[in-house]
């Protein structure tokens, strides 16, 4: 057999294995099961390519995404792989070719979607054909409690019955115990070794703005400033604020694509295969994108609208960096966004027990917005996962927000709420604080009312500040039916007697002028590397034209980033670069020397 190891560097170009990888490998090479659960951009893709690889016979992949298995199937090619895909996009021809491919011995690894694997035809040709392996990829689909159920994927225990001697590995980023229990018992994987690799993206920085009203004008500021050129993804809340802000944006000159449901399936299909082909395209969508995007260098992940739990969160902004290269996670929230929130978890449909599950995910959410500490460590410990110290790549972390005492602003504006009847929300009550002289207060009489007038000293921004982290900690509540009114809780009955003291978070104008990161975009601060960089990004797209796969296929940006960073002089010297393998080296090596011969060194 030949040698993980070798493999890794022959095929793939990479030095070393990511711990766990190489442990994997070696469970499956020597023939035992795998349960692999690993955050995004972990690397679960080489798990089971290399075994089989290394192992005699065809690795089967299931693998639930027909997009999935084409891209990994292109990639896999480009490195010299012998890989085919059988799904249902496909014409009866290809099938046959591939079924006969298969069978005669001639496939590395065949990816396959899950209900064609349980068929008796694919069955019986599984019988006849040497099988190095089964990784059942995206393995939370099995679960029936999870947002990805898919019922065939419940027939994967045939597997384990039909191929008692042929190793089985499962793979999925997203598994808390119950979900891991499920995958275990209904794949029969008892004797599986499980590698749990935690949830941390070390690459992507957490980032939570304050929405000062500005919200385009601070993403707009954040992508020019930060990420120029860059890839990215902007999440809004509805179809109506898509549209909005993709013409904005691209009136402001960035090739920015709306994608929604409401479009036709033919101007989506258009705009994702246009975020992945090229390279500096930013989508603005809904929730609805997302799911089957492997696009390894989407560089920012950017919410106009708050999430509505840390699970969303964390899946959204996952998108971000699964190359490993630095990316950021910037979200802006407002008052706005907790009312808005707010008010439909009390108006949704659900049950009791169901809303007070919304409810709680939504305070985690927003408890995580208004943090003074570091966002990483939250983030983590709410999946049980510890962060020792601090992480030094959020918010929090890089600019540590100061908190101010804000007892006695916050006793006046609960006696606000109460004195006016708990009718009315937040731009009336901050006016009547203020003392404004509007018709609405005088008709009310609220100008006779003791808390007329007593908040003047502060301005309306920072009263929306303290209003919004007021509702986020429970203090002041959203009624279900009417706009925005505001109630008083019963959590803030000690706050109003004078027996608890509250400190805030003290919101900067910093959101606005968002600092540059060095780490949060590849970046060269020579010009002749920049230069260089650029080409060979041009010449990546061009290759990738003649090919017809996305850029990503050919080299990844860690291997341009690499090449611009050691300048090789040679075939020899290329073949250390990251991500360069023998057989990319064969098919690409002279077009990246002469990329590199025409753009020298020069001084500035
Ligand atoms: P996942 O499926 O877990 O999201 P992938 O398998 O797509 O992750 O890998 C994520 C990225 O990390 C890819 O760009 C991949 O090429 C890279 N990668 C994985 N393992 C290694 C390794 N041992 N050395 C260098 N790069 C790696
Ligand atoms: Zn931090």
């Known amino acids: 057999m030949p040698d993980a190891l070798h493999t890794l560097r022959a095929v793939f170009g990479y030095e070393q294995f990511r711990p766990p990888q190489d442990e994997v490998v070696a469970t499956l090479v020597e023939g035992g099961d795998a349960l692999v659960v690993m955050p995004t951009g972990g690397g679960k893709s080489l798990c089971f390519q290399i075994p089989a690889l290394v192992r005699p016979g065809t690795g089967v992949v299931v693998s639930p995404l027909i997009a999935l298995m084409q891209d990994q199937v292109a990639a896999l090619r480009q490195a010299g792989v012998r890989a085919a895909a059988l799904h249902s996009a496909l014409d009866g021809a290809t099938v046959r070719k591939v079924e006969q491919q298969f069978l005669a011995g001639a496939l590395d690894l065949l990816y396959v979607a899950p209900e064609r694997l349980v068929t008796e035809r694919m069955q019986e040709l599984l019988s006849r054909t040497p099988i190095a392996l089964f990784a059942i990829d995206e393995a939370h689909c099995v679960s029936q409690w999870g947002h990805d159920f898919r019922p065939e994927y419940l027939q994967l225990s045939l597997l384990a019955q039909y191929f008692p001697n042929v190793p089985r590995i499962a793979l999925t980023a997203t598994a808390d115990a119950r979900t891991r229990a499920e995958i275990l018992h209904r794949l029969q994987l008892q004797d599986a070794r499980i590698f749990l690799c935690g949830f941390d993206r070390p690459n992507i920085r957490y980032r939570i703005t304050q929405d000062n009203g500005k919200a385009r004008e601070q993403l707009l500021q954040f992508i020019n400033d930060e990420h120029p050129g860059d890839t990215g993804i902007v999440y809004c809340l509805s179809r109506k604020r898509v549209e909005e802000i993709a013409l904005w944006l691209t009136a402001r000159g960035l090739a920015a694509l709306p994608y929604h449901a409401g479009l036709t399936p033919d101007v989506r299909q258009r705009h994702q295969t246009r975020f992945l082909n090229e390279d500096s395209i930013i989508i603005v969508a809904t929730i609805a994108f997302g799911m089957g995007i492997d696009k390894p260098n989407v560089r920012f992940v950017a919410h106009l609208n708050l999430p509505k739990s840390i699970e969303a969160y964390y899946q959204e902004t996952g998108r971000a960096g699964r190359d490993g290269l630095p990316a950021d996670a910037w979200l802006s929230y407002g008052l706005n966004d907790v009312i808005t929130l707010r008010q439909w978890v009390e108006a949704s449909e659900a049950d009791e027990r169901h809303k007070q599950i919304e409810r709680q995910k939504l305070d985690a959410m927003l408890g995580l917005c208004e943090l003074t500490t570091c966002r990483r460590q939250a983030l983590l410990a709410y999946f049980g996962d510890t962060l020792p110290t601090p992480c030094g790549n959020c918010d929090t972390c890089l600019e540590p927000p100061a908190s101010w005492d804000a007892t006695a602003p916050a006793q006046k504006l609960l006696s606000c709420v109460l004195r ?90 910093r959101g606005t002028k968002s600092r540059p990161s060095p780490r949060g975009k590849v970046s060269f601060t020579l010009a002749h590397e920049q230069r260089l960089w650029e080409a060979l990004r041009s010449r990546r797209r061009r290759l990738a034209e003649a090919q017809g796969v996305p850029p990503y296929v050919i080299f990844h940006d860690a291997t341009l980033a690499d090449i611009v960073a050691k300048r090789p002089q040679s075939l020899a010297e290329l073949a250390h670069i990251t991500g360069i393998g023998e057989h990319k080296l064969t098919q690409f090596g002279s077009d990246v020397l002469e990329v590199l011969h025409d753009h020298p060194v020069t001084a500035g």
């Open 420 to 509: 006016t009847g708990q009718r009315f929300g937040a731009v009336y009550l901050i006016d009547v604080l203020r003392g404004a002289l509007n018709e609405r207060i005088q008709h009310n009489g609220h100008h006779a009312l003791s808390t007329y007038g007593i908040g003047k000293d502060l301005d309306a921004t920072i009263w929306r500040s303290v209003i919004r982290q007021l509702i986020a900690r429970g203090f002041l509540g959203v009624d279900a039916e009417q706009h925005g009114t505001l109630y008083v809780t019963q959590l803030a009955k000690p706050l109003l007697r004078g027996e608890l003291s509250l400190a805030l978070r003290h919101d900067t104008s």
